[in-house]
């Protein structure tokens, strides 16, 4: 593959296969690729370096360390630019459709259908659910703290951050948590880490990362302005969603609580309902961002249903799109800068710090209401722990809960 030492505009590369294609392999992918974004990127790797030798190993670590350091769900993220660079901007659009519309399609059906589910059998396995979300998010805070926050400095600055986000109005303490993370890492995080081989050049000109950036910025500012001087409710829903996608750093899981300040504060879904999702999500494959279809299907209000869902879902995954355009054909030269590379280690470590608020609230609290469920949310825990499949932990905790509803 062509090699690119600069990041100046260039002329794409003529596509190497078709938008068919690409759609087949990643919708293959989308119905089977059950664990998270983690599991997710071996996936890919398997499937797309080893099996269909799209990229080299060097290219595919390249890509997959950019889309660690954008906002955005970076499964997804890679995905697209797998597409991209296979089959340009239609081979983009098909990987992201096969591997994002099994999910959403199941999650947005739940959430039309979880009304119908009454009685107590049906009520403790939806409280199951909420407990697959607190075991879910606490092995997610542990396996990030040890990851990105590993030392005493970004361990300070995740707890700095767990206390303004619980402490402050929740949307602006969460940005202010991750804003002033970065801004700790500039002045505590700078270090000699190591700098993987040259980026490879992808198929996006300069140009087009610039259109792109000022699309995600002037959406960003521009979205919560024609809502505030419109008044539309229909807008209001679309920026929140598109807030929650453009300012999640660390994907998956970290989308937990800017959701929950998004949609449970203002009281479109209940805290209920929205722990119930979420621990549905649990048992999905492809990307955990489809949780925001069955939070646009549930809401209240305008735009709900199968087009709340379809709203939802293109609102928060459209600013990390954006984003990762905007970035590839720099990427090479910004991801050498040591100051960049200090604040994104700083921002990482703020993001431990508010996804254990969530844990907290509203997860904690909306599920573990007795011994009971903390024996079972435990025992949820442990499994994941073991490297048990998700989708096991989440059958365990519904057949728990409907069988706790059933003797209650």
Request: proline content about 7%; charged content about 10%; aromatic content about 8%.
């Amino acid at each position: 593959m062509e090699k690119a030492a600069s990041p100046q505009p260039h002329e794409p590369a003529p596509p190497q296969g078709s938008p068919g294609e690409v759609l087949l392999a990643f919708l293959k992918l989308g119905l089977s690729a059950f664990g998270g974004p983690i599991a997710h990127i071996g996936y890919f790797r398997r499937e797309f370096v080893e099996r269909r030798k799209w990229l080299s190993e060097t290219a595919y670590a390249d890509l997959v360390a950019l889309a660690q350091f954008l906002p955005g769900p970076a499964s997804s993220q890679v995905g697209f630019a797998l597409g991209l660079q296979r089959a340009g901007a239609l081979g983009a659009a098909a990987a992201w459709t096969g591997f994002t519309l099994p999910s959403a399609i199941l999650m947005t059906a739940f959430a039309l259908t979880a009304a119908a589910f009454k009685g107590p059998v049906a009520a403790g396995a939806i409280h199951g659910l909420k407990l697959v979300a607190a075991a879910v998010v606490a092995q997610a805070v542990l396996g990030m703290a040890r990851t990105l926050a590993p030392d005493a400095r970004r361990a300070g600055i995740a707890i700095a951050a767990l206390a303004l986000a619980s402490l402050g109005p929740p949307r602006l303490a969460q940005l202010a948590a991750i804003g002033l993370g970065a801004a700790a890492g500039l002045a505590l995080c700078r270090g000699a880490e190591g700098v993987a081989p040259a980026s490879s050049r992808w198929r996006v000109s300069g140009r087009a990362g610039l259109t792109a950036l000022a699309l995600y910025l002037g959406l960003l500012i521009g979205l919560p302005a024609a809502a505030a001087v419109t008044g539309s409710a229909i807008l209001t829903r679309v920026e929140a969603f598109y807030r929650s996608g453009a300012l999640v750093f660390g994907g998956g899981h970290v989308v937990l609580p800017l959701l929950k300040a998004a949609v449970v504060d203002p009281g479109w879904v209940s805290s209920q309902m929205f722990l119930a999702g979420y621990g549905a999500a649990q048992a999905m494959p492809g990307p955990l961002f489809t949780f925001a279809a069955f939070l646009g299907a549930a809401m209240n209000g305008p735009a709900s249903g199968i087009a709340g869902a379809a709203m939802a879902l293109a609102a928060i995954f459209v600013p990390g799109l954006l984003a990762l355009v905007a970035a590839l054909p720099f990427w090479g030269a910004l991801r050498t800068r040591p100051l960049a590379r200090a604040a994104m280690r700083g921002a990482n470590a703020a993001v431990v710090g508010v996804l254990a608020g969530a844990l907290y609230d509203p997860v904690w609290t909306s599920a573990v209401l007795g011994r009971l469920d903390l024996v079972l949310a435990a025992a949820g825990f442990a499994l994941l722990m073991f490297r048990v499949p998700p989708i096991a932990v989440v059958a365990f905790e519904i057949i728990a809960g409907g069988a706790r509803g059933l003797w209650a």
